[in-house]
């Protein structure tokens, strides 16, 4: 199995209740793909309980078959559909792959 682990780093925004949204926006957009993608396996998203932390905002785990079944996951249309969105509303990644 693969384990796919993310984590993001949000904008600036105005508020924290503006923060807030965008980070239950994205926990929404990533979990409305569980089903979707038939690749992949499991998945898992936290929100930093810290909303004024220097560290990552927020965490995307997910877990595939292969690292062949990542690569799917990564150009299926619904995927790169949410990455667009993670896009406008991120300014800083990380992401480590490696099998259990």
Excluded: W
């Amino acid at each position: 199995m693969i384990n796919h682990v993310v984590l993001f780093k949000l904008k600036e925004f105005e508020t924290p209740e503006e923060k807030q949204a965008v980070l239950n926006e994205l926990q929404s957009r990533l979990l409305s793909l569980r089903g979707l993608i038939k690749e992949l396996k499991y998945m898992e998203v936290g929100k930093n309980i810290t909303l004024n932390s220097p560290s990552f905002d927020f965490c995307l785990i997910t877990h595939f078959d292969s690292v062949a079944d990542l690569d799917v996951y990564r150009v299926h249309p619904e995927h790169l559909k949410v990455f667009e969105y993670i896009k406008e509303v991120t300014v800083g990644r990380a992401a480590v792959d490696f099998e259990f």
